[in-house]
Structure formats: structure tokens, C-alpha cells
């Protein structure tokens, strides 16, 4: 069946009490569901946030993931791995893991990541 949905996040800034749509993204997740979480930010004033879904027609478990950076006025893309297999998000107090599934090995790998001030930082 379809899906009538549409993936967005939108990122908005306040002023004087009023909010304002400053930038928006969703066709990183076209055919995919969408969950967010937040991420502790290195940056004072930047906001970062991590994107997820699972694909709504593909015969498995295949996941997308991205990580956003908001300062207020420019939502940036600042990591798109590929597409991963049968992925397991685990969020950490600095960052985040997410074990999945390499197909060439039939075997799952962990890849540990780290939020610093110069970006996200692979760590495992």
C-alpha cells in the first residue's frame, strides 16, 4: 500500500515571542518513516539532532540516518552515511552507536560516534 506520508523537519527560530520557520528538510527520508533524537551539543547555541527511519518498501530492515546542525538561522546536513541493514540505535551521553548488519561479511559491526565542537568524530 502507499504511504501518505511527508518526512520533514523544520527548524524554527524565536523572536519577541513570536517563531519563525527558518529551514526545513524531508526529502533525505521520501519512503522512509522518521524519528528524531536529540544530541548533546559541543556548540553553545547550535542544536543538533539525529534522523532516522526505516525504508516502507524494501524486503528487510534497511534504515536511513542523518545528522542535522541548527544555529538559528541554517539547518546543515553534517553526516548521510549510506543506507545501513538491520540497524540498532543506541543514544550515548556524547553521541550515539548504531550496530548493523555488513552484508558482504554477514556479520554486524558497531560504529560509535562522538559530538565535538569540530563536527562528529567516529570513534569506534
Known sequence: ?????????????????????????GEHFDGYGLFTRDIASPVRGVLWVLAGGRAH???????????????????????????????????????FAITHLVREDRSFTTEQYKATANGLVRVR
Open 1 to 25: 500500500p502507499p504511504h501518505f506520508d511527508a518526512p520533514t523537519i523544520a527548524a524554527f527560530s524565536e523572536a519577541g515571542g513570536q517563531f519563525t520557520q527558518m529551514a526545513s528538510v
Open 57 to 95: 518498501t524494501f524486503n528487510g530492515a534497511k534504515f536511513r540516518f542523518r545528522l542535522y546542525t541548527f544555529d538559528g538561522a541554517t539547518l546543515d546536513t553534517i553526516w548521510a552515511p549510506d543506507d545501513m541493514l538491520s540497524a540498532k540505535l543506541e543514544m550515548l551521553a556524547d553521541g
